[in-house]
């Protein structure tokens, strides 16, 4: 793709922000610290600071991207080899990989029937079934959506689990007012380059909710060692290097107005793709509690429609993508390890009516105007889409 695409999240990124880079490595070169230095432990203070508003706090743990996070994150848990973890099976398959890395078992609970977060009464079915009690559970805040953690939260302490948020596309989502990460035991974020808070390359961060754990935490992404470097437990190689520390804190003095111009995006969308609404399409939306933060702008299609728009789109240089096309319980690995899962309807139904339409925060309204018309001429093309067109025809 080429660098003057204006679509493209992570080169219009570097456009904007290479000063940061450059002033980064200076920093670097000028100090002489590579790794775990003054960068990541500013970053670390400053990010903790940005995810609340009036309590006190989390701690922050950087670390080499957000699967290790949400690994990490498992293993301060105390989940190891054969423990099961509730989590959905619509999500980016890097959270079941984090569950396997630590010799889990992933237990896949189905989607609510609005939005894409964690169906709480399949979470209870599950909970009721026979079998090992799970020791915990991930919510998914997918696409830049918000769970029901209240719900979510009340039912882990009903139960004994952990709560483990998945911020990874929610950096920005709102929950009652503040930022998700702060409601499970630990959360986990990623800053992969097309994510809301872009790295120069790769990072993330494990967020530390109980003081008890902080020590534990930090000690994990280095091996285990304690002050004298003596390996006192369990732990790996997984640091945010101080590059990726420095780029990252001069992004975030500018995070809060990006997701208010994704925001701006998504209304730009909404005035021209509301006609579209209950007639086949749903667009995405905030929730009673939350406010979104549009990590990605994902509507739903009829399943009969979905696959040709998508093609189409493409051909005419349309950006349109599906995130994802597999569901995790569906993943040939998983199924080899724990055979076929069936039950989750409507994860199964949504998987093919799911749709991504380009948004970033330095898209203008020109230009999606150009992406709706596009659209909506294929919309009105498609086979059996007449009342979608007169819809189309109508706004």
Not at 227 to 239: D, T
Request: hydrophobic share 40%.
């Amino acid at each position: 793709m080429a660098a003057s695409d204006p679509f493209n999240f992570p080169q219009q990124d570097l456009h904007r922000h290479g000063g940061l880079v450059l002033d980064a490595i200076e920093r670097m070169r000028s100090s002489g610290q590579l790794i775990l230095g003054e960068g990541v432990t500013r970053f670390e203070e400053a990010f903790a600071a940005w995810l609340v508003l009036e309590r006190t706090p989390p701690a922050v743990v950087g670390v080499a991207n957000g699967t290790d996070a949400l690994e990490l994150a498992l293993r301060g848990c105390g989940i190891g080899p054969g423990d099961r973890v509730v989590m959905p099976a619509h999500t980016a398959y890097a959270t079941t990989a984090a569950v396997l890395r630590v010799g889990a078992v992933p237990l896949f609970a189905d989607i609510a029937a609005t939005g894409h977060g964690i169906a709480l009464d399949h979470v209870r079915q599950l909970l009721q079934e026979a079998g090992p009690r799970p020791r915990a559970l991930i919510a998914v805040h997918l696409y830049g959506e918000a769970c029901d953690l209240t719900e979510l939260k009340a039912l882990c302490d009903e139960h004994g689990l952990d709560l483990i948020e998945d911020c990874a596309q929610a950096c920005g989502t709102l929950y009652r007012g503040e930022p998700v990460g702060s409601w499970g035991r630990f959360a986990a974020f990623s800053f992969y380059p097309t994510k809301n808070l872009a790295a120069f390359g790769d990072g993330g961060a494990l967020v530390v909710n109980r003081p008890g754990d902080v020590e534990a935490a930090r000690r994990s992404r280095f091996y285990g060692w304690d002050g004298r470097r003596q390996a006192v437990q369990f732990g790996v190689n997984s640091r945010l290097d101080e590059l990726q520390a420095w780029v990252l804190l001069g992004k975030l003095d500018h995070l809060r107005s990006q997701i208010a111009d994704r925001r701006q995006v998504a209304h730009w969308y909404r005035e021209r793709l509301q006609h579209l609404a209950g007639r086949g399409v749903v667009l995405p939306a905030d929730g009673p509690d939350w406010e979104h933060s549009y990590h990605l702008y994902v509507i739903q299609v009829p399943s009969d429609q979905r696959d040709w728009l998508l093609e189409q789109g493409r051909s005419k240089g349309l950006p349109l993508a599906v995130h994802y096309p597999l569901a995790c319980h569906q993943q040939p690995h998983v199924n080899e390890r724990f055979g076929p899962q069936a039950g989750l309807p409507r994860t199964e139904e949504r998987l093919g009516r799911i749709l991504s339409l380009p948004l970033h925060p330095y898209l203008d309204e020109r230009q999606i105007d150009e992406v709706c018309t596009s659209f909506l001429a294929l919309v009105a093309r498609v086979a059996g889409g007449a009342e979608l067109a007169a819809a189309a025809g109508a706004s």
